[in-house]
């Protein structure tokens, strides 16, 4: 079901980060977010695509009725896993939440990343009367 949005599959070929800055902000241009939202969150994105470690990953908008965010999903090895935490998600303001997922039985040595960027969700302070 096409829910009016596409899917970005980046490769980790290596490419300059303005040319997939403006790549990525050509492409979800019609995602629903304002532009200045996009340009940080795509600058963020082209910043991990800058470390090489994620391959094979995807980029699409967070949220269906009004997108706030950008979710990303790939593909690392485990050995990787350190520069993205140190180089990567400790500077990243944006972030908002970052799931990672072990495959192999014996030894485990790749693993699926996701990560949302976007803003920070704050829940309501409602006090029952």
């Known amino acids: ?5 596409k899917e970005i599959e980046m ?3 290596s490419v300059d980060v303005k040319d997939i800055e403006k790549n990525l902000l050509h492409t979800l241009r019609f995602g629903g977010l304002d532009n200045d939202n996009l340009k940080d969150l795509v600058h963020a994105v082209a910043e991990l695509h800058a470390l ?3 391959r094979n990953y995807r980029i699409f908008p967070r949220g269906i ?3 706030d965010g950008l979710v ?3 593909v690392t090895d485990t050995k990787n896993l350190n520069s993205i935490f140190s ?3 400790l500077k990243t303001p944006r972030l908002t939440g970052v799931f990672v997922f072990p495959y192999g039985l014996t030894a485990i040595d790749q693993v699926a990343v996701t990560v949302e960027l976007g803003e920070a969700v704050q829940p309501s302070m409602q006090r029952g009367s």
């Open 1 to 5: 079901m096409d829910r009016g949005f």
């Open 11 to 13: 490769a980790t070929a």
């Open 52 to 54: 090489g470690v994620v």
């Open 65 to 67: 009725v009004n997108p």
């Open 72 to 74: 990303l999903k790939g």
């Open 87 to 89: 180089d990567w998600i």
